[in-house]
């Protein structure tokens, strides 16, 4: 039997692809200038989407959501549908940094603080030096169509976009369609890459406490990751059948 296509978590269907699946798709993907819209979704958007049904639609428009966050990978378990493997937003976008690199494909660069931006660009720069900056544009601002001008003008291979959920997704299904690109929500990866925040060392990555390192960093992250336990009880409800969405 061919393995399923989709693997649905508290009523988000995730695409059932590990890391290698998904990087040489995308390159296909990019070879032929396809539009694509990837949601990189944890256990907290899943439970959002829940509560939203303009963003659920939203996510469901999506070409490809992967499992960004362990919560994702327990949960599809515990309901006795695996998903291969935890498959992140920042793994993926470093992924499609060296392959840009390798192939002088262009990329747009939308989010974070404007410092932030700036340090991000420059380490960009620096270690992928063959790939086309199409442009760039901190997360702050109040009027769009400055940078919807210059992504339908330079049409990037990529639109990296770090506004944070849910804002990042209502930007891209909103202008998706204005250039042939690969779009993708990209979270607080600038930051990474700027340095201000640290990703977790692979140790707490590998012992699935992650989620700890970001909560001592920052500290404020606190009342959002009370949606984790809320989660869990929700795939339990679901386990027995009491939850019904
Ligand atoms: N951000 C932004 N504009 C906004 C709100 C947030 O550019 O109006 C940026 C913020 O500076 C940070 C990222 O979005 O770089 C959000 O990071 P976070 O780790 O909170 O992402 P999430 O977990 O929400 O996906």
Known sequence: MSKPKEINVLGINFTNINNKELISQLKIDSHNHSNRFIVTANPEIVLYARDNPKYLSI???????????????????????????????FDTLLSLLTFANENKKSIYFLGAKSETLDKAIKKIKNDYPNLEI??????????????????????????????????????????????????????????????TVKRAPLFWQKHHIE?????????????????????????YLKKLGIDKK
Not at 218 to 233: G, S, V
């Open 134 to 195: 199409a442009g760039y544009h901190d997360g702050y601002f109040t009027d769009d169509s400055d940078i919807v001008t210059e992504i339908k003008h330079n049409k990037p291979d990529f639109v990296f976009v770090a506004l944070g959920f849910p804002k990042q997704e209502f930007f891209i299904s909103k202008y998706h369609n204005l250039s042939p690109s690969i779009w993708m929500g990209v979270g607080g990866s600038f930051d990474v890459l700027a340095g």
């Open 59 to 89: 996510i469901e428009s999506a070409d490809y959501t992967i499992a960004d966050g362990i919560g994702i990978i327990k949960g599809a378990k515990i309901l006795n549908t695996p998903l291969p493997e935890r498959v992140t937003g």
């Open 211 to 235: 989620w700890l390192f970001r909560l001592l960093q920052e500290p404020t992250r606190f009342f959002r990751m009370l949606a984790l336990p809320k989660y869990l009880i929700l795939i």
